[in-house]
């Protein structure tokens, strides 16, 4: 078997070339690149999909992270300094948007069976410095935001959430992006739904959050919709993360089709989870209230490295997400000291397997041979 990739991306992204061409050409005549028709349309078409009342496309998911807290300080629900829960478990961008918002990053251990911030961790982490929580759907897998908005409710805290790899979960059938207070999604090339560049998006259920957020987004700038109306008038200390018209393109095309590629994630997940049957890996766990949006699938083991050599062996990439948490980053000398044993242990155990739409049975077949095998 020839080299099973992680990602195959330029496979997936050949269906959306003559798109992209073609778009590219009418984008070029109109003459307008950025925040145009075609980011506007995306953001009802992505609001639409979520089932929320806004969405303000961005540059990309970490801006979407940081302006939603930058946003929410606007509006004086936040304030520099304040305590924002964060899963200890996540990618280093949840932790950094904390601190680029002037926020206070306290960590908490993730839930045994999902990886995600645990509501009971949760509970004892609360102090009178929280003033927000950022729940992460890692790997596709929504947190447990039900409970985690009960909490936000009573204790009258912020929920905006990191839905960079959850595109189309859900929770009870609610789609993510329509529970918290803001959500923020990553349309980096290797996320479900991938741009062909960077890109982001928040969607809001709040008028006055989503006015702030699409002035934030553009130097602080006053709304228009009109090029014409524009009065170079700015009303707020921004930033410059603003979508430009080709990713926008490609992103609405590709959020046509998405439910498919939704499915066929599914299909490879359940082809997995029915299939791999060796008593040395620890297969992920789904609760039949949540539907996973499987941006990767994660096994354990506590022979982690020897099983990721002996997969590259038989020619089958994998990678790990994450070998090193936030807290033991370099960058973050000031936490290297804190201790989160569940999560060091997942980030020693932790192996994710191909799993993206364009890949055949026939390789899943060989993946999950090798790995019975070993
Ligand atoms: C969980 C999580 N949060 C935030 C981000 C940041 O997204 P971006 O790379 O688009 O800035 C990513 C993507 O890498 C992510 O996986």
Redesign the pocket.
Known sequence: MKEIKFYNLPKKNKDFEKDFIKSFKKINFRGRYIIGNYVEKFEKNFAKFCKAKYCVAVG???DA?KLSFMAFKINKKLKDGDEVLVPAN??I??VLSIVAANLKPVFVEPDQDTFNISVNHILKKLSKKTKAILA?D?YGHPADLLKIKNIAKKKKLILIE?A??AHGAEILSRPIGSISDATCF?F?PGKNIGAFG?A?AITTNKHDIFKILKSLRNYGEENFSNLKDRKYKNILKGVNSRMDEVQAVILSKKLKTYNLDLKRREQISKFYLKNILNPKIILPKVNSKFKHAWHLFVIRTKKRNKLRNYLKKHNIQTMIHYPIPPYRQIAFKEYRKLNFGLTDKLSSEILSIPNYPTITNNELKFITKILNKF
């Open positions: 990309n998911g970490f992270l996540t990618y961008a949840s992460v890692l990191d960079a790899q990553s980096f960077d982001g």
